[in-house]
C-alpha cells in the first residue's frame, strides 16, 4: 500500500518500482496506492513493461499528488480488500511518510485492524533517511504502535538494510 501524495512526490514512482518488482518475483501480491483514497492497482502492474504501467497509473490515479488520508484510505482497504487478502500468513507493507490531514484515530482503528488481521505489519517511511527525522507528526504516531517493523524507504540502500544494519533479502 503506496502513499503516492504530494508529500511522497520524490519517492512515489520508486516506490512503485519496489512494488512493481515484488508482484514479479512473488506472484501472490496486491497492490495498492492512496492519496486521498485508495486505488487497487495490481492489474496495472501485470504489464512486462514497468514504465508503461508507471505513466498509466500516475495518469488514471484522480488523486495522484493529491493530499493524504492514510485512514480513510485504510478504512475502505480494511472495508473492500482485508477480508480477501488478509491473514495471518500475510505481510502488510505499508510505503508512506505517514504525513495525513485526515482523523488520526480513524487512522489508528484502521491499523489496528490490519495489525489484528496480519501476520506483520511493515512500515516504510522515506523520511527515515535524515537522521534528523523524528515520527512525531499525528499520523505516524497513531500508526506506530500497530507496527512490527518500522524502517527507511529512501533508497535502494535502504530497502535492502534492516534497522540494525543486518542485510535482508530482497529476492
Sequence with gaps: ICDVSRSMDT?????L??????????????????????TR????????D???ALDRIAREVPDWSGGTRIGESLR???HDWALRTL?????????????????????????EQIQRRAARVIWLNPLLGNEDYRPLARGISAALPHVNLFASAH????LQASPAGARVSLI
Aim: hydrophobic share 40%; aromatic share 14%.
Design 50 to 52: 514497468i514504465f508503461t
Design 11 to 15: 519517492y512515489s514512482k520508486f516506490l
Design 87 to 111: 491473514n495471518k500468513h500475510t505481510i502488510v507493507l505499508i510505503m508512506s511518510d505517514g504525513l495525513d490531514t485526515g482523523d488520526a484515530s480513524v487512522l489508528e482503528h484502521e491499523m
Design 155 to 158: 533508497n535502494l540502500a535502504s
Design 17 to 38: 518500482q519496489f512494488i512493481y518488482a515484488l508482484q514479479h518475483t512473488l506472484g501472490r501480491v496486491e497492490s495498492f496506492v492512496f492519496s486521498t483514497r485508495l
Design 76 to 78: 475502505t482497504f480494511n
Design 41 to 48: 492497482v495490481t492489474e496495472y502492474f501485470r504489464t512486462s
